[in-house]
């Protein structure tokens, strides 16, 4: 017998299945089912923080335009699940096809994710994207992998 733990952590497996989904078809209609509206982000690039699904989606265009082709990986998704509140954390990478120039293989970071349970369904209200860096040179470190 399923219980509601387990049945709660296969729903967020799926949405975030979902992400990789959107990314990979350049699909902001998919990835805006995804967050709630009054997500917040504190994405790679600046600003610190950006509040809302408009700001959320702005950057996954900025993407989409970067890109001719996406690709999108996450590995090794750690989740803790209550009823109504759950996090998780994984190492992602978004690589592709430049738009106009050559393929990359993208860089390794570090993802965490805030789900909520509104409405009887999952949604993102909190995610980070990081970096570690290096502290002397002030540098991100790039070349990590898993």
Known sequence: MTT???????????????IVEGLRAKDLEALK????????????????????????????AKVFTLFERVDY???D???????EVAFGHAFGRLSGTLAGGPATGGTWVRVT???????????????????PIDIQSGRAMTGLEP
Do not use: C, M
């Not at 995804?34 to 700001?55: K, M, N, R, W």
């Not at 994710?113 to 990081?130: E, L, M, N, P």
């Open 33 to 60: 089912r995804l967050y709630s509206t009054d997500i917040v982000s504190f994405d790679i690039e600046s600003p610190l923080q950006d509040v809302g699904i408009e700001a959320k989606l702005r950057n996954w």
């Open 113 to 131: 994710f805030g789900f909520r349970k509104i409405g009887g369904a999952w949604w993102i209200t909190h995610d980070q994207v990081s970096l």
């Open 73 to 75: 990986e996450l590995r």
């Open 4 to 18: 509601r733990r387990e049945k709660n952590e296969a729903e967020i497996r799926g949405r975030i299945g979902e």
């Open 77 to 83: 998704l750690t989740l803790t699940v209550g009823d």
